[in-house]
DNA sequence: CTCGTAGTTCGACCGCCGACGTACCATCTG
DNA sequence: CAGATGGTACGTCGGCGGTCGAACTACGAG
């Protein structure tokens, strides 16, 4: 299902594959606290906010297959939490950190802290990986 | 399961009705985010907060079964959202601020903030009761 | 064109979770 | 004691969610 449909009238990308993303408006809270709940997403997310820039799925390592990394990261997508662009042959990742910050001020920084300090007291067995 | 084994040396409350609760170092982020995705425990949690004060189960109205009701009360006490007592025939709930506030500062009130504000943009079909 | 890389889609499996009703227990009030 | 009130325990049901493998598509490099 979602089978993003879209007129030839607007082409951004020269391929043109582009997904769905909810805009700003529809974000809903219950959502992005679902999203961020599972071990692998907010791994993902701990993984983007570290780096400050866009990654590559592929670039984010998780130890699980990779149909799962794509639905894990539909899910990031669906509740708002990441932009997913296509760059080449690879995906982009991108939290979208002002849209978040604009309808839930100061959320994801202190989800962000708190997993860090998490991570921190229990010698670092939740499994960001350092660069 | 779970079958809150305490010795009879330490009795607590009268009737010894006691539930077991995870103490701080225990409370693990992707449970409290798990718990808090959930929109009537959402709404229990914000409950809480408004009043201020612990309130029992069945001051929290909720549109759902008494067993239910039970279920994500307990699921709000096993991730370390709450806490729960005994009081007569009733069982009061409260908040664990100090425990949340010292592992993730700052959490709980960008939640509740976000909650509030999502519930003004929506036009309050979220559904907190206001006293 | 061919190949390799990066993701996607599909179907299946299985466990968990939210919801319920019923029966039950604990406490207070008469 | 009896009854009422407030929660719990248990079994069940339906659905969602995380996981996988296999087949497939899209793009870039040779």
New interface residues.
């Given amino acids: 299902m979602i089978p993003q449909q879209l007129p030839a009238t607007a082409a951004p990308v020269p391929g043109g594959r582009v997904c769905a993303h909810p805009d700003r408006?529809e974000i809903?809270?219950?959502?992005v606290?679902?999203a961020?709940?599972?071990?692998m997403r907010?791994r993902v997310v701990r993984t983007l906010a570290a780096r400050g820039v866009e990654a590559a799925c592929s670039e984010v390592e998780l130890p699980v297959s990779k149909s799962t990394c794509t639905h894990h990261f539909r899910v990031l997508r669906e509740s708002g939490v990441i932009s997913q662009t296509y760059r080449g042959t690879s995906k982009m990742n991108a939290l979208r950190r002002a849209d978040l910050e604009a309808?839930?001020?100061?959320?994801l920084?202190?989800?962000l802290?708190?997993?860090d300090?998490?991570d921190g007291?229990l010698g670092g067995v939740t499994g960001l990986v350092r660069a």
């Fill in positions: 408006a809903r809270l219950e959502a606290l679902h961020l709940s599972d071990p907010l309808l839930f001020p100061g959320l920084d202190s989800v802290a708190a997993a300090r998490q007291r």
